[in-house]
């Protein structure tokens, strides 16, 4: 099966992680448009997968913008659309992976004629989408032959939102658990450079955005034994360079300058995740999926998760991590120190959540459901 990805994105948050693992397996057969350069298209070479830059211009639509803005940048596109829809008649269907790949992509496959495959990564709600982005996303979403839900709270969101319901298929993103195995001696060499060898080290593995909720965590820091040490795993990606500089204030303010490390975007996730002894997940708004919670299990670590969206579906509190009340540092702040203190206790449960996380995400199980959705599309 011939596939034309699309994916809006030049630099690589989840959704484009995830387009990767799914990509991987057609990478004789498929190529990956992007609207954008930078070191996602690295990664995709790195992993032998076909990409191509369709448009180096900007595309300017953002999460909350307005109708007018909305219209404006559709005009913008056109040239854009066109391409795709020439190139898309090399393939059998095209898979978009974001919100502007959608727009792009259901018109060029009108023009085209070829079927659309939206992969869902949001949750539509008024949370994290304007009114209008979001009647054109589901409006646009239910001319696709089949929608990819990455969580079953992103398909209800959906379907809330106007969304057909008898479209949606939920498909949870895939893990190679091998890949976060890390041996002993790595840990201790990563504590060691990060100069926290004998701290507790709470790791957060995000893009650094005000609702992913970096700053409730640098606040929960104040309920916290005083060795207990965060490490800030990741960048701002979507032009939010402003929150950072709120966080280094706030720390600067709390005066926990020896308390968080800022560590930048960093491509050895396992390993770092592995040197942690506790990893946090704060997001303030609903969480359609929440890659990092996974992640931080598969490395054999106590996770603590916000208690919305996705990670719901991840987490069953006290069984396999732990569940914290969304924008909550008081509450985030005595679960830390609960993990704190009772080691034993939360190692017996990371140990569990591992060899779950393994048997539910395993990503070529995801992917023969997803090859077997596909199929049902296209006959080849
Ligand atoms: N990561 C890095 N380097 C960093 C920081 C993070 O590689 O420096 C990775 C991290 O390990 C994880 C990913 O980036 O794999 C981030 O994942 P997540 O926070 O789940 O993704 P989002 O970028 O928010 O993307 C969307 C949804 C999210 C969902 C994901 C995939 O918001 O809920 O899990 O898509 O469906």
Redesign the pocket.
């Known amino acids: 099966m011939k596939i034309l990805f699309l994916d809006q994105s030049g630099k ?4 484009e ?2 387009l990767i693992d799914i990509a991987k397996p057609y990478r004789d057969n498929c190529l990956v448009g992007l609207f954008a350069d930078g070191s996602f298209r690295n990664l995709l070479e790195q992993n032998q997968i076909p990409v191509q830059i369709l448009t180096n211009q900007e595309i300017q639509v953002r999460k909350e913008s307005s109708l007018t803005q909305g219209l404006a940048s559709l005009t913008q596109l056109i040239p854009l659309i066109t391409k795709v829809a020439k190139i898309a008649r090399e393939y059998d269907l095209i898979y978009a992976n974001t919100q502007k790949a959608l727009v792009v992509g259901a018109l060029a496959s009108f023009l085209s004629r070829r079927p659309l495959v939206y992969h869902l ?2 949750i539509l709600s008024a949370e994290h989408f304007s009114k209008i982005n979001r009647a054109i996303a589901v409006n646009l979403a239910n001319r696709a032959s089949l929608i990819i839900a ?1 969580s079953q709270a992103s398909k209800t969101a959906f379907i809330e939102a106007g969304g057909k319901a008898n479209l949606v298929e939920v498909a949870y ?1 895939g893990f190679d658990s091998k890949l976060y195995q890390i041996s002993e001696d790595k840990i201790k060499q990563i504590r060691q450079e990060l100069g926290l060898e004998d701290k507790f080290i709470i790791g957060h ?3 650094l955005s005000p609702w ?1 909720g970096q700053h409730i965590l640098i606040e929960s820091l104040a309920k916290t034994p005083e060795n207990a040490t965060v490490i800030l ?3 701002a990606l979507f032009g939010e360079q402003d929150y950072i500089l709120k966080l280094h204030q706030q720390v600067a303010n709390l005066r926990l300058e020896n308390r968080v490390k800022f560590l ?4 050895d ?1 396992p390993q770092l995740m592995s040197a942690c002894d506790l990893i946090a997940h704060t997001s303030i708004a609903a ?6 919670i996974v ?1 931080g299990m598969l490395c054999g670590k106590p996770v603590i998760a916000a208690k919305a969206g ?1 990670a719901t579906e991840i987490v069953e509190d006290g069984i396999n991590g732990f569940l914290v009340t969304p924008n909550q540092p008081q509450e985030l702040g005595e679960v830390i120190a609960r993990c704190v203190t009772e080691i034993d206790k939360t190692e017996i449960l990371a140990k569990n959540a591992k060899l779950g996380a393994i048997a539910r995400f395993d990503v070529e199980v995801i992917n023969r459901q997803i090859a077997e959705l596909l199929r049902r599309l296209v006959n080849v």
């Open positions: 690589p948050g989840g959704a992680l995830c990564h949001d990455n993103n593995f995000s893009r992913k795993v990741g960048d930048g975007f960093r491509s996730i969480e359609p999926f929440g890659r990092v992640e996705g």
